[in-house]
Structures are given as C-alpha cells and as structure tokens.
C-alpha cells in the first residue's frame, strides 16, 4: 500500500518562498506529482519527478529523493492567489505506466500580505 | 486545448435514488480514473479504464458501477444513495502516448439529502 504524509496547514507571506514537504512509503513507485487544488474546484498538474533531483517549472520546483522517500514542492516569490491546497500523489507501477495516483491529505497554505 | 468534460456539475438526489455521473477525456487519452473527494479529504481512487477495460480498482463500494464507452467517455453509475455519498467526483484522463500526468475534469458536487 501507500503511505503519504504532508503537513496540513502553512502560512507564508506574500513574495516570500515556502517549502511544502511531503514523504512517503510505497508497495511500488512510478514517480510522485504535485497538484495545486482550490476550494471546491479540481486539481491541477503542476510538476512531476521520477528520478532524484530538482525540477523547475517558472516559480514552482519540486524536489525528489526516492533512497529517503521524500519530496518537496518550493514556491518563490509568493502571490496571493498562491493560496490553495498542494496535494503530493504517488503514481504505483503497472504493466501499462497508467497506475492510479495515491493522494496525501495536501497541504493547505494561506498566503498573507 | 480541450479538457476534461464531466456532466452534471451539480446533482442533487434523495437517499436510495441512483446517480449516473458522465465524463468525457481529453481527445486521444486513453485511460479514465474516477476519484471521490469528500469535505476536507484528499481525492480517494474508485475505478480506472484503460481501452474500455477496468485497468484498476480501489475504494469503489459494491452500489457503485462504471464503465468505459467505445468514444471513450466513462459513467459512473451510483445506486442506494446514501448521505455519506456526498461528495466531488472527479474523472480524470491520460495517455500512454503522451505525458504521464493525469488531467482532472471540473468535477461533479453530489448531494445527497
């Protein structure tokens, strides 16, 4: 099975830089995504690792550590409408690479002026 | 670029009705996921298709159905209703041709009374 662990709530200021952290313990690991979701709206992609490293991506980079179980999502320079739930997923392994994705309770940040 | 179609937004029914949620994939994605997401809790996987063939399964209770059409689209089919049902349902769709993220429609909110 899959185990997903993330903070529940962060705070940051505006044009400031957070750091959401998310670890996990998995049966089978095909890669680990970050989704950005506002209330009452869906989950939107915002990046995707499967080997160790940093990707960047604009103002968002996500880091992976699969030896440790562990990844971060940074945001940089903080906008107000930055505020939402960021949700870490586990994709598992499947004979196809199609593997349903394994959420984490997501973390919600609040971004203050 | 088109998106993920879910129908209806928004759905009403009374405990022991049935509930029959429609989603439609990003055009040449192979694969449909269902999701269920009560109030405050992260996206719970119920079902995927992969070429009109259940690929996965997870959480899905026995009242709960779906399928994958020959277009592609998926249903959902709820019977029983029960209060506990309430909640956002989410299809999302990939390709193993293209990239590996899962793209979420806008999901359908049920409630049921």
């Known amino acids: 099975g899959q185990n997903i662990d993330q903070p529940t709530e962060m705070t940051a200021t505006e044009g400031a830089i957070v750091q959401i952290n998310c670890t996990y313990q998995?049966?089978?690991?095909?890669?680990l995504f970050w989704y950005q979701q506002h209330a009452g709206e869906a989950p939107t992609f915002l990046s995707y690792?499967?080997?160790?490293g940093l990707e960047e991506k604009g103002r968002f980079s996500s880091f992976l550590s699969r030896s440790k179980g562990y990844s971060y999502l940074l945001l940089k320079e903080l906008q107000m409408k930055d505020s939402a739930s960021y949700l870490c997923?586990?994709?598992?392994?499947?004979?196809?690479?199609?593997?349903?994705?394994?959420f984490g309770t997501g973390t919600r940040l609040t971004i203050i002026p | 670029a088109a998106g993920v179609i879910q129908s209806p937004r928004h759905l009403i029914k009374e405990k022991r009705e049935t509930a029959t949620l429609k989603c439609y994939p990003i055009?040449?994605?192979?694969?449909v996921y269902w999701y269920q997401q009560g109030p405050g809790q992260d996206p719970q996987f119920l079902i995927s298709?992969?070429?009109?063939?259940?690929?996965d399964k997870g959480s899905i209770p026995d009242r709960f159905s779906a399928q994958q059409f020959s277009d592609y689209h998926s249903e959902l089919n709820m019977s029983s209703l029960e209060l506990g049902d309430s909640a956002l349902y989410f299809c999302?769709?990939?390709?193993?041709?293209?990239?590996?993220?899962?793209?979420f429609g806008p999901g359908t909110r049920l409630t049921v009374t």
């Open positions: 999302a769709s990939s390709t193993l041709a293209g990239a590996l993220e899962q793209y």
């Open positions: 690792n499967v080997l160790d």
């Open positions: 997923a586990v994709k598992g392994i499947s004979n196809f690479g199609n593997e349903k994705l394994t």
């Open positions: 055009p040449r994605h192979d694969t």
């Open positions: 298709f992969y070429e009109k063939m259940q690929s």
């Open positions: 998995t049966s089978g690991f095909n890669g």
